[in-house]
């Protein structure tokens, strides 16, 4: 099975400031099809998770562009260019079935 | 526009067996590539995927639970329902259910929207 390994599990930034979160997998994700299946959710607290970036690096709907995502093979990140106070909960990678752990952003 | 909601019981007895159902609109359970899945958090833990059903009734489970899931599914109603066997205090946890496709190649993907999610609670 897949294993995702996400870092760091908790990160603190100033409003206005870059975050940047990592998300590595066991086994490299690119398909046969020529597509990487790697997704980033974001749980705001009390709340389901909301999708923000599918296929590595396309935004969702509604998805500001301040999020992006970038990577390929076994190595992802997802990036917050400047962070707003809306953007605290915890984000998650995933692949197939299979979630990271889970990093939490607060604001400092 | 794509909405899930899921119901069941907020709190269930140890051993007994824990029946959600979750209701969609926006979507048919009836077109090719597409399915309905079950994922669960316990309390200030991280998420877990359950199990899933695509529309020709192709059904998977998790296989650390396997033997105490069943999912399926009533396209008429537009329903999906998740059933647990022999619930456990760990099980205690909120309960989503998400859309999902499945690509022509055969690959699941991730959720894309999801329900709000129920917390349901097992104890004596």
């Known amino acids: 099975d897949i294993v995702m390994t996400q870092t760091p599990l908790s990160l603190s930034v100033t409003p206005g400031q870059p975050a940047s979160i990592s998300c590595k997998s066991s086994q490299s994700l690119l398909h046969s099809d020529g597509k990487t299946y790697l997704y980033w959710y974001l749980q705001k607290p009390g709340q389901s998770p909301q999708l923000l970036i599918y296929?590595?690096?396309s935004r969702f709907s509604g998805v500001p562009d301040r999020f992006s995502g970038s990577g390929s093979g076994t190595d992802f990140t997802l990036k917050i260019s400047r962070v707003e106070a809306e953007d605290v909960g915890v984000y998650y990678c995933m692949q197939g079935n299979t979630f990271g752990q889970g990093t939490k952003l607060e604001i400092k | 526009q794509i909405t899930l909601k899921e119901s069941g019981p907020t709190l269930v007895k140890p051993t007994q067996t824990l029946t959600l159902t979750c209701t969609f609109s926006g979507f048919s359970l009836s077109t090719s590539g597409v399915g309905v899945g079950w994922i669960r958090q316990p309390p200030g833990k991280a998420l877990e995927w359950l199990a899933l059903?695509?529309?020709?009734?192709?059904?998977?489970?998790s296989p650390s639970l396997k033997s105490r899931l069943t999912i399926t599914k009533d396209t008429s109603k537009n329903q999906v329902v998740l059933t647990m066997t022999n619930m456990d205090p760990v099980d205690t946890a909120t309960y989503y259910c998400?859309?999902?496709?499945?690509?022509?190649f055969g690959l699941g993907l991730p959720p894309d929207y999801w329900g709000q999610g129920t917390l349901v609670t097992v104890s004596s």
């Open positions: 059903i695509y529309w020709n009734d192709d059904k998977r489970y």
């Open positions: 296929e590595v690096s």
């Open positions: 998400a859309h999902r496709r499945i690509t022509i």
